[in-house]
């Protein structure tokens, strides 16, 4: 099925924002927001990204899951040790710049890239400076 995007943010608005702007680089992609608390505050929420991650694992993507600061690494940490070893396989952390990474990763998925590409995409910081 191709490699999917989760985007983890504090803010349920600037993770939709990402998930927006990627969808028009990369239309055939499968993209998940995964933002705020869950009753809508600032913050990050286990439950919201966990979900995200077992809908598109259970729709067959490869998952690479992007953050926009420090706790939301550790959220996205938590899910990733809750995976379990065959699962763990199929969903990686892309550590990158939030916009500048989704965007790459988006267009690297978009044509064909596997998970190792669209994570190492995630992660260029040089391809935007």
């Known amino acids: 099925m191709g490699v999917a ?3 983890v943010s504090h803010s349920v608005q600037l993770a939709e924002g990402v998930v927006e ?3 028009q680089m990369a239309k055939d ?3 998940r927001a995964a933002g705020g608390t869950d ?3 600032i913050g990050t929420s286990f439950d919201k990204v966990n979900d995200a991650v077992t ?3 259970a729709a067959g993507h490869d998952v690479a899951i992007l953050t926009d600061l420090g706790s939301a690494t550790m959220t996205v940490e938590s899910v990733l040790d ?3 070893e065959d699962e763990s396989a199929h969903v990686r952390f892309a550590d990158g710049p939030l916009v500048e990474g989704a ?3 988006a267009v690297t998925a978009q044509v064909g890239g596997d998970l190792d590409a669209v994570v190492a995409a ?3 910081r040089e391809l935007f400076s």
């Open 29 to 31: 992609v499968a993209l």
């Open 5 to 7: 995007l989760v985007i």
């Open 55 to 57: 809908e598109l694992r």
């Open 39 to 41: 009753d809508g505050r």
């Open 103 to 105: 965007v790459a990763a």
């Open 21 to 23: 702007l990627a969808a």
């Open 82 to 84: 809750f995976l379990d």
């Open 122 to 124: 995630g992660r260029a």
